[in-house]
């Protein structure tokens, strides 16, 4: 059993415990997740089945659709409603304010993720220092949010629609938008609806998981990788690296320089580097 699942994390569960589930309908085998939603957070989980835990680094990379809420006049420690929640002082925010704000958070943009977060400072995660009693400075980092728009507005709640690059906090976004307002903001509901090409309204309820199921909707590794350009090889192509061994044949005439996916009867079977005249395995599935 080999491939990728899109499986609609629901509330309160964390994704490790998504994995457990689907460890046990087809244990042995391993099982990852690429991209950790937390407990407070629902949406696309993509969890990977077989050898295609290899491939975790790869789908986060790709870029992510989220639809966070948030509360104006509310903060907590965390960002979110699982710190102790505390009101501030806020006047009315027309929508149009806030529409106008939001292209200053598009883009290139520097952000310092929660002290909260997993982050690691120092050699451990910020989260756990944080939880110590600990102040803990995160860095700011570059972060590519490349769309963003209100899709739902009832002063003080609000809600955006984020396309994002990896690694951007949803939670800091909210803060530093309200902060840009002159007070403060709280995400209280996160829904991933997108990463890759893998999208809410294609994913499989938790309840709906058995081994049956999930044979049947494991998707190829090609909807991971669909960013690489594609080499056709042939079988004894595949059986050469399988033994660990490079390839250099008139297949490099159409390999551009940098990785690309090795295919064979319409599936992923490696992943390839071109270097010295030559189609070097990066993993082979």
């Known amino acids: 059993m080999f491939g990728l699942l899109n499986i609609n994390k629901p509330l309160r569960l964390t994704s490790r415990d998504v994995v457990n589930r689907v460890c046990k309908r087809v244990h042995p085998i391993k099982?990852?997740?690429?991209?950790?939603?937390?407990?407070?957070a629902s949406g696309v989980l993509v969890v990977c089945v077989g050898h295609a835990t290899r491939l975790?680094?790869?789908?986060?990379?790709?870029?992510?659709?989220?639809?966070?809420?948030?509360?104006?006049?509310?903060?907590?420690?965390?960002?979110d409603c699982e710190g102790v929640v505390e009101d501030v002082p806020v006047g009315h925010i027309p929508?149009?304010?806030?529409?106008?704000?939001?292209?200053?958070?598009?883009?290139r943009i520097r952000q310092r993720p929660s002290q909260f977060s997993a982050i690691r400072v120092g050699g451990q995660r910020a989260y756990e220092r944080a939880r110590k009693g600990q102040v803990v400075e995160v860095p700011e980092r570059d972060v590519e949010i490349h769309a963003l728009r209100c899709v739902e507005y009832d002063f003080p709640t609000f809600r955006l629609e984020v396309e994002c690059g990896?690694?951007?906090?949803?939670?800091?976004?909210?803060?530093?938008?309200?902060?840009a307002?002159?007070?403060?903001?709280?995400?209280?509901?996160l829904e991933r609806t997108r990463i890759g090409d893998f999208r809410i309204d294609d994913a499989l309820s938790i309840e709906d998981l058995s081994?049956?199921?999930?044979?049947?909707?494991?998707r190829s590794p090609l909807e991971?990788?669909?960013?690489?350009?594609?080499?056709?090889?042939?079988?004894?192509?595949?059986?050469?690296?399988?033994?660990?061994?490079?390839?250099?044949?008139?297949?490099?005439?159409?390999a551009p320089p940098g990785e690309v996916v090795g295919v064979h009867a319409g599936e992923a079977v490696s992943l390839l580097r071109v270097h010295n005249n030559q189609?070097?395995?990066?993993?082979?599935?």
Do not use: N
């Not at 680094?57 to 948030?70: C, L, M, N, V």
């Not at 990896?166 to 902060?179: E, N, P, Q, V």
């Not at 990788?225 to 490099?252: T, Y």
């Not at 189609?279 to 599935?285: D, E, Q, R, S």
């Open 31 to 40: 099982v990852g997740h690429a991209g950790t939603l937390d407990p407070l």
């Open 56 to 79: 975790v680094s790869y789908i986060q990379d790709e870029s992510k659709t989220y639809i966070g809420t948030f509360v104006f006049g509310k903060r907590s420690e965390t960002e």
């Open 95 to 107: 929508r149009e304010e806030l529409e106008a704000i939001l292209p200053r958070f598009t883009g």
């Open 166 to 179: 990896s690694g951007t906090y949803m939670r800091s976004l909210g803060r530093d938008i309200g902060l």
């Open 181 to 189: 307002l002159g007070t403060h903001a709280l995400m209280v509901g």
């Open 211 to 218: 081994a049956d199921v999930i044979a049947a909707h494991l």
């Open 224 to 254: 991971a990788l669909g960013r690489f350009p594609q080499v056709m090889l042939s079988s004894h192509d595949v059986a050469q690296l399988r033994m660990g061994r490079c390839l250099r044949h008139d297949c490099l005439l159409y």
């Open 279 to 285: 189609l070097v395995p990066v993993m082979v599935f």
